[in-house]
């Protein structure tokens, strides 16, 4: 294999490609380094790249390979976010200081090694992951392969771009309102929220109180469900433990005729909101998709009603103060700061009330899978943003931003159940946009062998940007 070609190559066929010997593992991550750090004045998807440590564990698994060793991904370059702990590197959570090394792999992170996958680096991510921006003072913006002036995204922004930009075949990211389907969608790439605690959020029992879990980015689906087998499982501290599933069996097999309601319903919002109209035509195209595929797609608006909208607020600002308060002397924007003050009051019989709402919303929403078994809804209202967009902005003018752009994803949060999006093509200026697949507790088989079914038929794997990130120099 020539290593020109090492960055077309999905999750699956690097770890192929190593498991026979037609590479290694160090060329391979070589390889990976070398694009990174090229890319990395322009894109800037990155806020560490380990190359030192990153290619000795490749000749690590080299000497491994050659000894007839096999693991899912041994030798096989990949990304984490920068909210996850990788022991000896900092984790920052896009926040500007000095902070100590860790001293223990998350045990996403542990998971991952266990495989045998050589993670190159962590990848950026907005300060405290709050906005579907990844923007921060600490290292700058993080830009869109698809288009340099827009951002990719949030706050898996860095892991979508370094995806997205072939930098590396697949990487992990975290979702608590939206934070992996969003770039996802914005760089036409495959990203899971999974069942809360389907991978385990350890050191924490939980994160940002229920909402926030890890997720992978792929281009293609099966290569997600793959990353997505190999990082879950539980640790013995986690407060949430779904049964037991491997996804990746889902990738291919049918599904049956399924009946399937495109909601474009936007869930209750404190500021104005509206959908695309392009968005919209897209994800219609997507459902007359599945309809050739044989499924039963009706027009049915999931309703969320008043309730959940109040209990997001509690869960996601004390989640900030908490996540904020393990930074000390961490430099971060006044906004992180007035938000984390927010959680303070909040933490306390606000967060107890949004808390115990969840069973109630669980049985009301629930209802609506007596009557169909998936739901296909936008991932976001608007394309990706421009990558300055926020600057300059205060509290409430940041708000009304990211509530227009993304105000369909946080619900599933709050409920804690899958979500899968798909890529459901391009405005016409060639911005990437796409939908989401939203299914009840513990679906992400289902999920994913429907978004299989799409691929199959739609091929959004075989879109890539122009690489403009090399001609500039970077």
């Given at each position: 294999?020539?290593?020109?070609?090492?960055?077309?190559?999905?999750?699956?066929?690097?770890?192929?490609?190593?498991?026979?010997?037609?590479?290694?593992?160090?060329?391979?991550?070589?390889?990976?380094?070398?694009?990174?750090?090229?890319?990395?004045?322009?894109?800037?998807?990155?806020?560490?790249?380990?190359?030192?440590?990153?290619?000795?564990?490749?000749?690590?698994?080299?000497?491994?390979?050659?000894?007839?060793?096999?693991?899912?991904?041994?030798?096989?370059?990949?990304?984490?976010?920068?909210?996850?702990?990788?022991?000896?590197?900092?984790?920052?959570?896009?926040?500007?200081?000095?902070?100590?090394?860790?001293?223990?792999?998350?045990?996403?992170?542990?998971?991952?090694?266990?495989?045998?996958?050589?993670?190159?680096?962590?990848?950026?991510?907005?300060?405290?992951?709050?906005?579907?921006?990844?923007?921060?003072?600490?290292?700058?913006?993080?830009?869109?392969?698809?288009?340099?002036?827009?951002?990719?995204?949030?706050?898996?922004?860095?892991?979508?771009?370094?995806?997205?930009?072939?930098?590396?075949?697949?990487?992990?990211?975290?979702?608590?309102?939206?934070?992996?389907?969003?770039?996802?969608?914005?760089?036409?790439?495959?990203?899971?929220?999974?069942?809360?605690?389907?991978?385990?959020?350890?050191?924490?029992?939980?994160?940002?109180?229920?909402?926030?879990?890890?997720?992978?980015?792929?281009?293609?689906?099966?290569?997600?469900?793959?990353?997505?087998?190999?990082?879950?499982?539980?640790?013995?501290?986690?407060?949430?433990?779904?049964?037991?599933?491997?996804?990746?069996?889902?990738?291919?097999?049918?599904?049956?005729?399924?009946?399937?309601?495109?909601?474009?319903?936007?869930?209750?919002?404190?500021?104005?909101?509206?959908?695309?109209?392009?968005?919209?035509?897209?994800?219609?195209?997507?459902?007359?998709?599945?309809?050739?595929?044989?499924?039963?797609?009706?027009?049915?608006?999931?309703?969320?009603?008043?309730?959940?909208?109040?209990?997001?607020?509690?869960?996601?600002?004390?989640?900030?103060?908490?996540?904020?308060?393990?930074?000390?002397?961490?430099?971060?924007?006044?906004?992180?700061?007035?938000?984390?003050?927010?959680?303070?009051?909040?933490?306390?019989?606000?967060?107890?009330?949004?808390?115990?709402?969840?069973?109630?919303?669980?049985?009301?929403?629930?209802?609506?899978?007596?009557?169909?078994?998936?739901?296909?809804?936008?991932?976001?209202?608007?394309?990706?943003?421009?990558?300055?967009?926020?600057?300059?902005?205060?509290?409430?003018?940041?708000?009304?931003?990211?509530?227009?752009?993304?105000?369909?994803?946080?619900?599933?949060?709050?409920?804690?159940?899958?979500?899968?999006?798909?890529?459901?093509?391009?405005?016409?200026?060639?911005?990437?946009?796409?939908?989401?697949?939203?299914?009840?507790?513990?679906?992400?088989p289902l999920l994913v062998s429907v978004a299989a079914q799409l691929e199959s038929e739609l091929h959004w794997e075989r879109e890539r940007p122009e690489p403009w990130w090399e001609r500039s120099g970077g």
């Open positions: 294999m020539a290593m020109a070609s090492i960055r077309e190559l999905g999750l699956a066929e690097v770890a192929a490609a190593l498991a026979s010997g037609t590479t290694t593992s160090v060329a391979a991550t070589t390889d990976a380094l070398d694009r990174i750090e090229a890319a990395q004045p322009t894109l800037n998807a990155f806020r560490i790249v380990r190359r030192e440590r990153a290619l000795a564990e490749a000749a690590d698994a080299d000497r491994r390979l050659a000894a007839g060793e096999r693991l899912p991904l041994l030798g096989v370059p990949i990304a984490i976010k920068d909210d996850t702990d990788l022991a000896g590197e900092p984790t920052a959570f896009g926040c500007g200081g000095d902070f100590a090394p860790k001293t223990e792999d998350a045990e996403a992170a542990r998971r991952l090694r266990a495989a045998g996958a050589v993670i190159v680096g962590k990848t950026n991510t907005c300060e405290i992951g709050q906005w579907p921006f990844t923007d921060a003072a600490a290292f700058g913006c993080t830009r869109n392969p698809w288009r340099a002036g827009h951002t990719p995204g949030g706050s898996s922004g860095g892991s979508a771009a370094a995806v997205a930009a072939g930098l590396v075949p697949a990487a992990l990211g975290s979702d608590g309102a939206g934070s992996v389907r969003i770039p996802a969608a914005w760089t036409n790439l495959v990203g899971i929220k999974p069942q809360r605690g389907r991978i385990s959020t350890w050191p924490l029992p939980e994160a940002f109180n229920g909402l926030t879990v890890h997720g992978p980015l792929a281009r293609t689906v099966a290569d997600a469900a793959l990353l997505l087998d190999v990082a879950a499982g539980p640790h013995p501290g986690d407060r949430h433990t779904p049964p037991a599933a491997t996804v990746s069996d889902a990738v291919g097999r049918d599904p049956g005729r399924l009946r399937i309601a495109l909601s474009l319903n936007i869930p209750f919002t404190a500021t104005r909101t509206a959908l695309d109209r392009e968005i919209a035509a897209r994800v219609h195209d997507l459902a007359a998709a599945l309809r050739r595929l044989g499924h039963a797609v009706t027009v049915a608006d999931l309703h969320y009603g008043l309730l959940i909208g109040t209990t997001f607020l509690p869960r996601s600002m004390a989640g900030i103060r908490t996540e904020l308060a393990k930074l000390p002397g961490a430099q971060v924007d006044s906004r992180t700061r007035v938000n984390a003050a927010l959680g303070l009051l909040l933490d306390g019989p606000a967060l107890f009330a949004a808390r115990a709402a969840e069973p109630l919303l669980h049985r009301r929403i629930g209802g609506f899978f007596r009557d169909y078994d998936i739901v296909l809804a936008p991932t976001t209202a608007t394309p990706p943003p421009p990558v300055d967009a926020m600057n300059g902005l205060g509290i409430a003018a940041t708000d009304a931003l990211i509530t227009a752009a993304c105000p369909y994803t946080w619900p599933w949060n709050i409920l804690g159940w899958p979500s899968v999006n798909v890529p459901a093509g391009f405005t016409a200026t060639g911005l990437p946009v796409g939908a989401q697949l939203m299914g009840p507790a513990n679906s992400e």
